[in-house]
Nanobody
């Protein structure tokens, strides 16, 4: 089994920064993809950013230029650096990882989610 734990959420003022780590633990052979999603009240969950094992990244249009995702493979940890935060970034943020647990088995895992509130 694999567990993902997010941290670093909370209240931040507009235009402020916040960094969310997501630590994976358990039976991990490799992490193929690590992604960040968010869901605001009354809205569908959306992909914010994603990074592959090779370092390729994608971002939603709403966060391009403000958010950066990275990963530390040795620590099985991914990061979402959020800069120039806006009130519309307020949401529950979750990390997702596509994890290869054995040579033949790959599965998707989710963290529990963490609240980010952008407000003055």
């Amino acid at each position: 089994q694999v567990q993902l734990v997010e941290a670093g959420g909370g209240l931040v003022q507009p235009e402020g920064p916040l960094r969310l780590p997501c630590a994976a633990s358990g039976n991990i052979f490799s992490i193929n993809i690590m992604g960040w999603y968010r869901q605001a009240p009354g809205m569908q969950r959306e992909l914010v950013a994603r990074i592959t094992s090779g370092g390729s990244t994608i971002y939603s249009d709403s966060v391009k230029g403000r958010f950066t995702t990275s990963r530390d493979a040795a620590k099985n940890t991914g990061y979402l650096q959020m800069n120039m935060l806006k009130p519309e970034d307020t949401a529950d943020y979750s990390c997702n990882a596509v994890v290869q647990t054995t040579m033949l088995f790959t599965n998707s895992y989710w963290g529990q989610g963490i609240q980010v509130t952008v407000s003055s």
